[in-house]
Structures are given as structure tokens and as C-alpha cells.
């Protein structure tokens, strides 16, 4: 099923901002936590008052959302991270303490697609706390979907948008990973297929 969040053609859009500004679950909070799992980790480009290494359960990260505004095109998507329901799962990332104003920046830099959740976010050094999370959820139009690791390297490979490379993304979020001590088996494994490609590439003779 496809939801297209703005007005006509159906599916042509995924604009989730006033989706977004319509949540309400935080009213009246002076500081909310927002946790970050794709290129909110490695790339905060707002305010924040602090920020924690943290987790969230029953959530997995996956390359299955397109990138119509950031890194890809709407005629060539490239490929981003979303989160799937996975019981059991557990998902690492960071977590900022931010104003309720700085949500003006992130609806519109998560417009394609990201709805804003509520989640519980717990510290990698003890404590949880309510929050928020952006995913993007099967149903958004600009959603992808599974496809082999190898299949998707491929796709980054190739892709690029208003924010750069989709392959950079990809690298950034992979290092940000290491760098927070945590092994992500889907981002490690297509971050090997496209190091395997760019060999692939070199050996090439010309
Ligand atoms: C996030 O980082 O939390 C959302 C996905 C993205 O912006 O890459």
C-alpha cells in the first residue's frame, strides 16, 4: 500500500513536515530526546544540549528507505536507513537533548518520508527516558524495501544528491558505528560489498 502524506497525484510525494508538526505527544516540554540511528548520528547539524551513546529495542536499521531529497533524486533515489519492527532487536545510535524548537530543522531535513515516534531510549551508560525517533515506515511512498546487500552496495555505488554522495552516507554511518564500539551486521556487510566493487573497479585493466 502506498500513503502519499501531501495532496495529489497520489504517491507522488512524500512530504511528512505537517504531519510531523502536528504531533503533540511533547507539548509544553522545555527539552526532549531524540535519538539518532542513520545520519543523525554522524551529522548533527543543530543544537543540542548533550548527547549520549544509546539504544532502542525491538527496532532494526535497514538500507530500505529512498532518497528522493538528500542522496538521491526523485528520478533516482538514492538508498537510506529506516527502522523496522523487529521483536527482540536492538538498535544503537545517539541520542540528543535538544528544545522543542529544533524540530522546525529536523522535520524538513526528515521530510521524505520520516514520521516522528515515540520510543523509549535507553543509555549505553545507564538510564532510560521517553523520546523521539524518526522512521519512515513501509507505507511511505519514497520506501524501497528489501533487496540483497550486495544489490543495495550497487545501488549506492551509483547514487548522489543535494547532500552528496549516497556511498558517503553510507561510509560516514559505518565509521560513526565503529566508533561507538557497536557491529551492525546489514551496514557492515554492504559497506563490504561496495569496498569489494570499488576493488573490482581498480582491477579493471583499462
Ligand atoms: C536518523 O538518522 O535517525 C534518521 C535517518 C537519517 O536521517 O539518516
Known amino acids: 500500500m502506498c500513503v502519499a502524506y501531501s495532496a495529489s497525484p497520489a504517491c507522488m510525494s512524500t512530504n511528512t513536515i505537517a504531519i510531523n508538526q502536528r504531533m503533540d505527544r511533547f507539548d509544553g516540554h522545555a527539552q526532549v530526546w531524540l535519538f539518532g540511528y542513520g545520519s543523525l548520528i554522524y551529522k548533527a547539524d ?12 525491538d527496532w532494526s536499521r535497514r538500507f530500505w528507505q529512498g532518497s528522493h531529497d538528500h542522496r538521491g533524486t526523485p528520478d533516482a533515489p538514492g538508498r537510506v ?26 522535520d524538513r531535513r526528515e521530510k521524505n518520508g520520516y514520521l516522528r515516534h515515540t520510543t523509549t531510549i535507553e543509555f549505553s551508560d545507564g538510564g532510560s527516558v521517553e523520546g523521539l525517533v ?14 540483497p546487500e ?18 558517503d552516507y553510507l ?6 558505528l565503529r566508533k561507538l564500539g557497536e557491529h551492525d ?20 585493466p583499462r
Open 185 to 204: 551486521a546489514h551496514v557492515f556487510a554492504i559497506e563490504k560489498h561496495l569496498k569489494d566493487l570499488d576493488g573490482e573497479r581498480e582491477t579493471v
Open 171 to 176: 561510509m560516514h554511518l559505518a565509521d560513526a
Open 134 to 147: 524518526y522512521i519512515a515506515p513501509r507505507t511511505n511512498a519514497a520506501f524501497l524495501g528489501p533487496a
Open 81 to 106: 536507513v529506516t527502522l523496522i519492527p523487529d521483536p527482540g532487536a536492538v538498535c544503537s545510535g545517539m541520542a540528543y537533548l535538544i528544545t522543542p524548537t529544533v524540530f522546525d530543522h529536523l
Open 46 to 57: 543543530f543544537p543540542f544540549i548533550e548527547r549520549r551513546a544509546a539504544r532502542i529495542r
Open 150 to 167: 550486495a544489490e543495495i552496495a550497487r545501488h549506492i555505488a551509483t547514487a548522489k544528491g543535494p547532500s552528496g554522495r549516497n556511498r
